[in-house]
């Protein structure tokens, strides 16, 4: 696929996940694009970096590291309560994903997959709902695992389902490729879900609906993207060799990771490509019909209700 870049002079754009992988070429594309692009990473170092080859890589010096670690919601709200009110965001791309081989909880109880892919993202882009510019561009880099997520799968009494992971697992304890695909696939099933619920209140908001905000999930493709790099905490060897293998075919037949950033880029900055005001799910630039949990109108209020507090939403009210 190709890109076609759109003058982004006197645009922001905040990235998650920059420093590598698709989250830098999006970054990457933004930034040859003339915006003024935020590096939101876990590691400022290696964020350091990444900033370094960006502005060599595209003479753009409006650069910026920022420290946001999805896995601690301290973090994300931290993030945004220090935002510049004076700075109004254009482009929100919530990039940065991961998959888990062992059962882990996050410091605010939630399993890690399910708060870093889908609970944490939402946090933030309410968090900086209030500093969005009018025809704001929310992009959610999803995955076609979400069609993969069952209803059996999505409990909103439960999203982070520990009742049944408690069951089979210690807190730390590795599990097999399977379930770590599970997760994986649910997280992104509810991302989406959480997406077009944020999308609908925001039209129908007052205050924000005037604004034109849109909000939009992607595929990126099948792409050779760093996802995979965690080595695997456990004592099954069968599982060891087969994630392994899946890394070592996604790093062969997987696309680079600047063809990932296509789709992303092209929704980010796609008023201009007369992409419609209303939630949508693209793969490869053309809209696609998500899986029929995401088009669960009640399924997706039920989520938003428990995986969102009132005080995060209450900038919706």
Not at 69 to 82: G, H, I
Not at 127 to 151: F, K, M
Not at 290 to 301: R, Y
């Amino acid at each position: 696929m190709s890109t076609k870049f759109i003058d982004l002079q006197g645009k922001t754009a905040l990235v998650t996940g920059a420093n590598v992988g698709i989250g830098y070429e999006i970054a990457h594309k933004l930034a040859k694009s003339g915006a003024a692009v935020y590096l939101l990473v876990r590691d400022p170092v290696k964020g350091g970096a990444a900033r370094t080859r960006l502005m060599d890589a595209t003479g753009n010096k409006n650069i910026h590291v920022r420290e946001l670690d999805l896995a601690c919601l301290t973090s994300v709200r931290e993030f945004t309560s220090a935002w510049d009110s004076s700075v109004p965001i254009d482009i929100l791309v919530n990039n940065a994903g991961m998959v888990t081989s062992k059962y882990l909880k996050t410091g605010d109880g939630h399993e890690i997959t399910f708060q870093v892919n889908a609970l944490a993202p939402n946090i933030l882009t309410l968090g900086l709902l209030p500093v969005l510019a009018d025809r704001t561009h929310i992009v959610n880099v999803s995955s076609c695992a979400q069609y993969d997520a069952t209803a059996a799968d999505l409990d909103p009494n439960d999203p982070n389902h520990h009742t049944l992971l408690g069951k089979l697992y210690k807190d730390g304890e590795g599990f097999p490729l399977s379930r770590t695909m599970w997760l994986y696939n649910r997280s992104k099933a509810v991302q989406l879900m959480l997406g077009r619920e944020l999308q609908r209140r925001l039209s129908a908001s007052s205050i924000y609906g005037p604004k034109k905000i849109v909000v939009h999930g992607c595929e990126p493709g099948f792409v050779a993207s760093t996802i995979w790099d965690e080595r695997p905490n456990t004592q099954d060897d069968a599982t060891v060799k087969l994630r392994a293998t899946v890394k070592k075919v996604v790093g062969v037949l997987g696309s680079v990771p600047e063809q990932g950033a296509v789709t992303p880029y092209f929704l980010a900055t796609s008023e201009r490509a007369k992409v419609v005001y209303n939630f949508g799910y693209w793969d490869r630039k053309v809209k696609r019909v998500p899986s029929q949990l995401v088009l669960n109108d009640e399924l997706c209020a039920a989520f938003w209700n428990a995986c969102t507090s009132d005080k995060d939403s209450e900038v919706l009210a």
